[in-house]
């Protein structure tokens, strides 16, 4: 899964992403804006974040225990 995922756009590549999180009012970090529900090792969700940056919002990366014990940290 992880190999299809990376050869396939994230959703923010192809929608005006910008567009949904600029229109709704301002919110703290701690409030959840996306959650990638079977995210594996969160490929998708470091896309958006490399696309945006400067947003102020959280995005949860979801998966079974197991996969999210292998996620390095420390890797951007």
């Not at 899964?1 to 919110?27: L, N, Q, V």
């Not at 970090?29 to 996306?34: A, E, G, H, M, T």
């Not at 470091?46 to 919002?57: H, I």
């Amino acid at each position: 899964m992880t190999g299809a995922s990376a050869m396939m756009p994230s959703a923010w590549e192809w929608m005006k992403a910008e567009d949904i999180f600029t229109s709704i009012s301002p919110r703290a970090s701690d409030q959840v804006f996306v959650v990638d529900v079977a995210g594996g090792r969160g490929g998708h969700m470091q896309k958006f974040l490399n696309q945006f940056p400067d947003v102020q919002l959280c995005v949860v990366n979801q998966d079974l225990p197991k996969v999210i014990d292998e996620i390095d940290p420390t890797t951007p």
